[in-house]
């Protein structure tokens, strides 16, 4: 049973770019999160899709958008690239009704470097 | 919103024990998780709690006081390999159903 999947795992890219980050969720999962991790930091969160709509954004400019397609996986778009933008970026999966302990998984993440 | 506040680092021996906390404050408070995370890989389930009280799981026990806003994440038997960043998240049902981290508090476990 194939857990989440990110790709790519490093992407190096330059300011003023566009980059998109890739989301598999685990099987049987509807759900999925974007969070961004700086060094040191705790993840923040980005915004969550369900049913190919994002159903909560955190505090995050519009720069920061993103896709679910029908069969759950998700995309993330970060536009106009900054220096601040780098970090380690995290996709969870979960279920729509996912309040059970074992809910979400978290794939290995995408670290990206802006330069 | 969410506020969520445990201790940046932590230090402790070989074979001791370490009591980690996490305070918060959360308008739509579902539970909380620990999660272990090691450098620049992604974070690994260690606990949930909804119910107030102590969750014991092998070295791993984790408390929960919904009334006090308060947890704590307790490892017992220290090894070298627990050396990591422990994050405290609370689940929010605020909108949706979603985790909210603090900043996570490393672990340096020394001989």
């Known amino acids: 049973d194939a857990g989440v999947t990110q790709s790519p795992t490093h992407l190096i890219k330059t300011r003023g770019q566009q980059v998109t980050l890739r989301c598999s969720p685990k099987?049987?999962?509807?759900?999925v999160s974007w969070y961004q991790q700086a060094l040191g930091q705790g993840p923040q969160f980005i915004f969550q899709?369900?049913?190919?709509?994002?159903?909560q954004r955190g505090n995050f400019p519009d720069r920061f958008s993103g896709h679910q397609f029908p069969n759950y996986s998700s995309e993330l778009n970060v536009n106009a690239l900054l220096l601040g933008d780098s970090a380690l970026y995290l996709c969870?999966?979960?279920?729509?009704?996912?309040?059970?302990?074992?809910?979400?998984?978290f794939g290995s993440g995408t670290r990206l470097t802006v330069v | 919103g969410q506020n969520i506040d445990q201790p940046t680092e932590m230090t402790a021996t070989e074979g001791a024990i370490v009591q980690i906390n996490c305070t918060y404050q959360?308008?739509?408070?579902?539970?909380l998780f620990w999660y272990q995370q090691h450098a620049g890989e992604a974070p690994t389930f260690l606990s949930y709690?909804?119910?107030?009280g102590l969750e014991e799981k092998g070295r791993f026990s984790s408390f929960l006081s919904r009334s006090k806003g308060y947890s704590y994440l307790l490892l017992k038997e220290l090894q070298m390999k627990d050396s990591a960043s422990y994050l405290c998240?609370?689940?929010?049902?605020?909108?949706?159903?979603?985790?909210?981290f603090g900043t996570g508090t490393r672990l340096t476990v020394i001989p």
């Open positions: 969870a999966s979960s279920l729509a009704a996912g309040t059970r302990s074992y809910g979400y998984t």
């Open positions: 099987s049987g999962h509807d759900t």
């Open positions: 899709y369900y049913e190919e709509e994002e159903r």
């Open positions: 959360t308008s739509g408070f579902n539970g």
């Open positions: 709690n909804v119910l107030d």
């Open positions: 998240a609370v689940h929010d049902q605020t909108g949706a159903n979603n985790l909210f």
